[in-house]
């Protein structure tokens, strides 16, 4: 493993300035420079679902507690987490108001109003938000008390179009990963007890961080019939019949942001992908020596005003201020932009600009020209390496095991994924948990079914899971 | 007065798809057909504050209650209000978390830890979010329990750039009033007893509602040093002298879609001016009878593919649904779509297409060719022609009175804005608010100063204020 460790990160992060503490445990302030990266994923994202004819709107933040309290499994589930209002308006209110950890109970409590007719359907709902879980052990991003996301609600009239739209949405999720964000993962399914807390089955894209454990990346749910019985969502079919719907829910937080800046960090610091960095250039002016020289001086100048030209499509910061050129390349070292175009008296006496590339920590001279020429190029192939590097990283963290002994030696001199049979028996995964804090993940899609022996109980086991310890 | 009172604006505002009454009193589901314009507003608002350098980022819902009590003025304008958490994670908290009615006093305890020097200023800070303001008399989107705003935050070096920049806001807030949402008003102050808690001087912008009430648009704080001494935001300037940095907030709300809804609304519905309607055009293809007739029915089909492309700039739906076309026309009358073009029998024989201006309910028959060269200005015209009728009605509304009998008479009678001299001592604006429900709604910008008496006292006065019931 790479000694990019959870102190790595904390600190990294606060220094390139996407995070502060918040005064409330487990909150943080999402500060400019990490807030873009958000605009951006949202963008995609909200792209994408409008494609799909997605509509957003906006629900209540408070949910009344007799809501959460309709299903069963949704309210085991949560409860232990939420933050509860008591008090408002000056006045102890009559019923307690759970500030929501996640919107089905409040939507569908809509929907039950809105859908009547199989014509209302499917009904394709999003909203973004911020929400509110209670955590035991907070973590900045990963796991934050109050974070922002996406949900996507819907309800369609039969069970295979909803799992299909489920599937699609992960799919949606996989290539915002992979493509945006550069980061390989696997998509696959949750076990029932990993699932989320009232759905039939829950979809998942599990990526590796760098120090081993894994991350649930998103999650698409089938829910199934169980929140539309439990809201009396229902529909009249093309016959007559009135029938319930069934529903998917889905998710992507700002974790986003701090797996992104964990997995492709290096020693220097943050290293961002051209399509999600906040920005994708930085020009460097190097004349704090040289102002005495007005020649020298003006011709940077003019360097840059054309240069803009070129870099006019791309979002591009200069930095004017009044520190040395050391200190600027280590700060957008640290910052992690892509490129960094450097000018100054070598520069303008070649007539070539100098081009960093942050991820390989590489010097080129171009003239302006050839920047013109190459720069597209240039930031492609800085983010298909990144994906390159993350996708080979997971893969060779990804072991295969046979027995129990190998799966713990993975688990805790190793660490990341482990593939093992399993029997899918609740008390196995149980077991495996308890004794290695490691879980499983999800058992990948299109894996083929074989034939094997459960590592925990040798029972006979028909599929190939991915296990790992987890934030 | 129109017509238009609170009662058709709820029951239009509810048909016509734009909000549901949510489950906690006060508080509303925004429905993607309200959503949408909320969106639009965003945009609009986002890229005039990216133009300025005002960047987004995200603070903490929760408030601990002590950070509230750093500033008098501001906690007692605010603690009758608040939502209050007090159970979290299973247990009763130590100190009870505010749920943010406004984020002055959390932003600033991290301003405070984020300047340092003159160089680190101005600091100019936005966040998008929810709010929460227990209202005792609620009122969909013009006074909701909860409500999406964006709250911007900034910090100067001296009073005179921060009044400037909260000028500088207020401009934007009135060009998005006028130019987007096609609403004329008054920019101007706030009296003291009407500003902002916290605040030195408050800016705002005056529009009226058809029912003669009045309601403020956005408002723009000078905050003076009043929060940066409460919370010790201060600076080194040039020289290395300490001082407190001068600070200004402000806010834009969800209340616009409310505003923009009920002022251009008519006796058949909604009516939105094109730059902020969810969309600019509808299709209604007339062919419920023409299924048999295949050569009309595909005639109609092949203008729809040719308008498509004459369109595609625009956001645009077509209703293909089973309903009657009378029945499509009420709806879309009702939701106030500002162009919709139909096209039947009729229009394929005569080779045009039958254009229903919504604002002058109106129909024109145009070639394809003419509908291409005419679109853009038919929808600015249509702009213009909103905002026009707007004006006309607030200045035939506004009316200047020289005492207390026409004064009352003209709230009383005729509603909508009195203009009229008034001392500026705090008893006479109670004592007429008692007697008449009548506040201070601003001192207009630019007013030139003349002598006068005050209506209520007789005193003398320097200058006309504008008076008006409001929400």
Redesign the interface.
């Known amino acids: 493993m790479e000694i990019k460790d959870s102190n790595w990160y904390l600190k990294t992060l606060i220094k390139a300035g996407l995070f ?1 503490y ?3 445990k487990g ?6 420079y990490g ?2 990266i ?2 951006k994923i949202q963008k995609y994202v909200d792209g994408e679902f409008k494609k799909l004819s997605i ?10 507690e007799s ?1 959460l309290k309709k299903e069963k499994q949704h309210l085991e589930g949560f ?12 006045e102890e209110l009559e019923e ?2 759970i ?1 929501r950890p996640t919107s089905e109970t ?1 939507i569908y ?2 929907f039950s ?1 809105w859908v009547k007719s199989y ?1 209302d359907l499917p009904l394709l ?1 999003n909203q973004w ?2 929400v ?1 879980r ?3 052990r907070p973590f900045p991003f990963l796991r934050n008390t ?1 974070f ?1 996301w996406q949900e996507g609600h819907t309800a369609h009239t039969s069970h295979q179009e909803a799992v299909k739209f489920a599937l699609k949405i992960l799919e949606i999720y996989q290539k915002i990963y992979q493509e945006i964000l550069g980061i390989y993962g696997y998509a696959g399914k949750k076990s029932k007890n990993e699932k989320f807390a009232g759905a039939k089955d829950t979809y998942t894209y599990e990526i590796l961080l760098p120090d081993g454990k894994a991350l649930q990346g998103c999650t698409s749910h089938d829910l199934g019939q169980n929140f539309s019985k439990a809201f009396e969502v229902k529909f009249q079919d093309q016959k007559g019949q009135v029938k319930y719907v069934w529903q998917t829910s889905f998710g992507i937080t700002t974790r986003t942001i701090g797996a992104l800046s964990w997995v492709h960090g290096d020693n220097r610091g943050l290293v961002f992908p051209p399509t999600v960095s906040p920005y994708q250039i930085v020009i460097v002016p190097i004349y704090s020596k040289e102002k005495n020289n007005k020649t020298v001086y003006n011709k940077i100048n003019f360097y840059i005003e054309r240069m803009k030209k070129i870099i006019s499509d791309y979002e591009f910061i200069i930095d004017q ?2 520190h040395t050129p050391g200190y600027k390349f280590n700060e957008w070292d640290l910052k992690g932009v892509p490129l960094r175009i450097e000018i100054g008296k070598k520069e303008v006496e070649q007539e070539k600009l100098t081009i960093f590339r942050r991820d390989k920590q590489q010097r080129l001279m171009m003239t302006l020209e050839e920047l013109e020429n190459n720069l597209s190029f240039l930031l492609k192939e800085i983010q298909v390496n990144l994906y390159t590097k993350s996708k080979e990283f997971t893969e060779k963290n990804t072991r295969f095991v046979k027995s129990y002994e190998e799966f713990k030696k993975v688990i805790f001199v190793n660490k990341g994924f482990v593939k093992a049979f399993w029997c899918e028996q609740e008390k196995c995964e149980f077991k495996i948990k308890e004794e290695t804090k490691a879980t499983t993940r999800c058992l990948p899609l299109n894996s083929e079914k074989s034939s094997g022996r459960c590592i925990y109980c040798k029972q006979k086991a028909e599929n190939i899971w991915l296990f790992a310890q987890s934030y």
């Open positions: 502060d918040g005064p409330v909150t943080i302030v999402f500060k400019p807030y873009r958000w605009e509509a957003n709107a906006y629900f209540p933040l408070f949910i009344p809501f409860s232990p987490e939420v933050a509860i209002v008591t008090f408002a308006g000056g307690r108001l500030v409040i409590h809509f109003q014509r709902i938000s911020n509110v209670w955590e035991k109050e922002l201020s009044e």
